[in-house]
């Protein structure tokens, strides 16, 4: 009975022991469930911030405006583009001669024009300078591809038209 009772011992040693390890277990368990539960938290939060940041990014885009050198590339892509409407001429920095009737009559029309139709179809703001940065390369496009209403002989037409109406 010794020996049986001896092996009865170390079961319920081994149980008391087995149910420690299942206790600690437990407890170890809990601690890790707790501490996941924070990480997710964590994470989460996170996730909120980079959302916040994401659109605190996209608020300062939008209100970012033109550079002095965007500004100077629309004048000089208005600028460009109306001369190749009129068909003007240079002679270094100094329109041709030839030229100087449509320059004079007609390039001042065309360049208000221009900046008007731009602003019109959402390309510029009111005032050039104050047009998004997020709007240059579209605004670009659009002075490329300008074409004043009708073609170029019917607003000089246009032009001529009007001045006559106004001056009587």
Not at 137 to 147: H, L, N, Q, S, Y
Request: proline share 1%; aromatic share 8%.
């Amino acid at each position: 009975m010794n020996e049986n009772g001896s092996d009865l011992n170390a079961i319920a040693v081994a149980a008391q022991a087995n149910n420690a390890s299942i206790k600690m277990l437990g407890e170890h368990l809990g601690v890790i469930s707790e501490v996941v539960k924070r990480h997710d938290e964590k994470i989460i939060s996170l996730g909120v911030t980079v959302d916040d940041h994401g659109e605190r990014i996209a608020k300062l885009e939008d209100n970012q405006v033109l550079t002095s050198s965007m500004r100077k590339g629309i004048k000089h892509a208005i600028h460009t583009r109306v001369c190749a409407l009129l068909g003007l001429e240079y002679e270094g920095n100094k329109v041709k001669d030839a030229c100087m009737y449509d320059y004079a009559n007609y390039y001042g029309s065309f360049s208000r024009r221009c900046y008007t139709d731009a602003k019109r179809a959402g390309m510029m703001a009111e005032d050039y300078r104050d047009t998004a940065r997020r709007d240059y390369d579209r605004c670009m496009e659009f002075i490329e591809a300008w074409v004043p209403f009708g073609s170029t002989e019917e607003y000089k037409k246009h032009l001529v038209k009007y001045r006559a109406a106004r001056s009587k």
